[in-house]
């Protein structure tokens, strides 16, 4: 069956700092691979989705961006955070409507 | 974009009450699923319900689907304080497992 490891738990870090949460996959191969962000007291909206490597969607214009270097290596990164950029991330693997969660982060921009 | 709603945004119940949240979605489905997150932290997946399923069944819980009215309910049965938690719907569509989540009922159980 498949896991996600992802880190950090839990992040803070100061305004215009850079960022990456890294999301890695295990028992499954060429999953499609999805980050979620969750604002405060607010539903899961989708940020970026890849269907495999260096193939990378986005779902709505923001200050972040995803790569994917390997089959089952997700990351999620920004240059420089603002403070709308606190939320809940949370990377989904999905294998033939097979979904696998990732524990997720909490990042707090201060 | 998000597509689910859910009603009530929130919640309070005591605890052995039952709970009722609804959930509606714009577009045609394939399938559509429960999850938990306690206290902003990890989804728990609660039931999945196909499009060609009108209820379901899992312990104390009980999700309709409604595809004419494009609604859903979930129910959980004499409810317990670990049952607090957020709950939200969500769909996928035919062809494309993308999942988009529902705005989430925040559920509060009095003990």
């Known amino acids: 069956s498949q896991t996600i490891h992802q880190w950090p738990a839990t992040l803070v870090q100061p305004v215009g700092s850079p960022l990456s949460l890294e999301c890695t996959v295990e028992g499954t191969s060429n999953p499609n691979l999805y980050w979620y962000r969750q604002a405060a007291g607010r539903g899961l909206q989708l940020l970026f989705y890849?269907?495999?490597?260096?193939?990378i969607s986005s779902e709505v214009p923001q200050n972040l961006s995803a790569s994917r270097p390997q089959d089952r290596q997700f990351i999620l990164s920004s240059k420089k955070l603002l403070l709308s950029d606190s939320g809940f991330y949370l990377c989904v693997s999905v294998r033939g409507y097979g979904y696998t969660f990732g524990s997720g982060t909490r990042l707090t921009v201060v | 974009s998000q597509q689910g709603e859910e009603d009530p945004q929130a919640l309070s119940i005591q605890e052995g009450e039952n709970a009722t949240m609804n959930c509606s979605y714009k577009t045609s489905i394939n399938n559509l699923q429960w999850y938990r997150q306690n206290s902003g932290r990890g989804l728990v997946h609660l039931i999945l319900i196909r499009s060609n399923e009108r209820e379901k069944h899992s312990g104390r819980l009980r999700v309709t689907l409604d595809t004419s009215k494009k609604s859903s309910s979930l129910l959980i049965t004499a409810s317990r304080a670990a049952d607090t938690a957020s709950y939200f719907c969500?769909?996928?569509?035919?062809?494309?497992?993308?999942?988009?989540f529902g705005t989430g009922t925040r559920l509060t159980i009095i003990p």
């Open positions: 890849s269907v495999g490597i260096g193939q």
């Open positions: 969500a769909t996928d569509t035919f062809g494309n497992e993308k999942l988009t």
